[in-house]
């Protein structure tokens, strides 16, 4: 019977461990999706919403961070943002908050943040005709049809605050349709 | 064995077997981080946490503690617990953080209170980094951290209460966060000096 009961228990404890991602409470995802907007929303300072307590992300208080959500189900989603900084960094993430695409302002293509997130399907109509006006645009294949886009910036004292005000106030976020791009 | 016999005991071995093993579960991952794939001196640093690649484990403590993790390409993040004599971490202690760090664009340097992280507003935002830190030894990092002023590059702990904290030390745009080989890996040792109660 001993045997059985330990048996039973492993059986129940990785049970747990892999749906804790799925269950848990105050999941980074379950967090981002009540406080992000969908898309073509305004993006949302995270770091602002940490400060008043409508978050708690343990975000590194050296950077500002910015949050989208999108949803790719009826057109591309892309994110773009200008200006000077030190370093900026941009993860997209999973409707479950795993990270599945990162990159940093030394991969780009570009100074300032240009990403267009597609589908599978929409990737494949995107080769077939590119857009020239997504050219220098990252382009991300995701699997989900939703998730989240995470943009970080620098910021590590108060004298950057105007420089990465203006970045901010710079980004968008939206279906590609927003920005002029038609299939 | 009667019918009423059996289905007494098989209720009692699947309650007991899902009780302990839920048990263990929520045991475990309140506290484990996970499996550590690199380490050195008091840190422990999991590069891909953010990613699908992260051990079962590491994504539960994940989940619960709600934290949103950096991605590959951004950077990596070390967290420590204990000091190089393997004493918990507290602020109300000085400690000398000194040492290289692997090759990244900048760093910073941060101090979570451990444990009270459903609470944000005892959560220190302390922090410094690579772009603020006078490099007067030789070395990459070298800092005081303590209730104290100390040092040319002081990180104070003085609006934090005496209790238990973490320092979290994150790479920015690091080869480490990207390569396979963790060998050499060099991190500040984390020295302590004195502490306010003696």
Not at chain 1, 86 to 103: H, K, M, N, Y
Not at chain 2, 141 to 146: A, H, K, Q
Not at chain 2, 171 to 196: E, G, V
Request: proline share 6%.
């Amino acid at each position: 019977m001993l045997f059985t009961v330990i048996i039973g228990a492993v059986v129940a404890h990785l049970a747990v461990i892999a749906l804790l991602p799925f269950t848990a409470p105050d999941t980074a995802a379950r967090q981002l999706q009540s406080a992000l907007p969908l898309s073509s929303a305004a993006p949302v300072d995270l770091s602002a919403a940490q400060e008043v307590g409508d978050v708690d992300l343990r975000l590194d208080p050296a950077f500002r961070t910015i949050g989208c959500q999108f949803d790719i189900s009826e057109a591309p989603f892309r994110v773009i943002g200008n200006g000077r900084v030190d370093f900026w960094s941009i993860s997209i993430l999973d409707p479950l908050g795993v990270s599945v695409f990162s990159a940093n302002d030394r991969i780009a293509p570009t100074v300032g943040i240009d990403l267009t997130v597609l589908s599978p399907n929409q990737l494949r109509l995107f080769r077939q005709a590119p857009d020239q006006r997504l050219e220098n645009s990252i382009i991300v294949s995701a699997e989900d049809l939703t998730g989240f886009a995470i943009i970080r910036l620098f910021e590590p004292d108060e004298s950057w605050t105007e420089l990465v005000d203006a970045f901010v106030a710079s980004i968008g976020c939206g279906a590609i349709s927003d920005f002029g791009f038609s299939s | 064995m009667t019918f009423v016999g059996r289905l007494f005991f098989f209720l009692l071995v699947t309650t007991s077997a899902i009780g302990l093993g839920a048990w263990s579960a929520e045991r475990v991952t309140r506290s484990f981080p996970g499996f550590v794939p690199i380490s050195a001196e008091s840190w422990r640093g999991y590069p891909g946490l953010a990613t699908s690649s992260a051990d079962p484990y590491a994504r539960a403590n994940l989940a619960r503690t709600g934290k949103l993790a950096i991605g590959d390409t951004e950077g990596v993040e070390f967290t420590a617990i204990t000091d190089s004599e393997g004493a918990a971490l507290r602020a109300g202690c000085s400690y000398d953080v000194r040492g290289n760090v692997p090759t990244n664009r900048l760093w910073t340097f941060r101090i979570e209170t451990v444990g009270q992280s459903e609470d944000a507003s005892t959560m220190a935002v302390n922090f410094k980094s690579s772009r603020l830190h006078a490099r007067i030894a030789d070395v990459d990092v070298d800092l005081s951290v303590g209730p104290l002023p100390a040092g040319p590059n002081w990180l104070s702990t003085a609006d934090i209460d005496d209790q238990p904290v973490m320092f979290i030390m994150t790479l920015y745009d690091s080869a480490i966060a990207t390569t396979a080989s963790f060998t050499d890996l060099q991190m500040p040792t984390i020295k302590r000096l004195a502490c306010i109660d003696g």
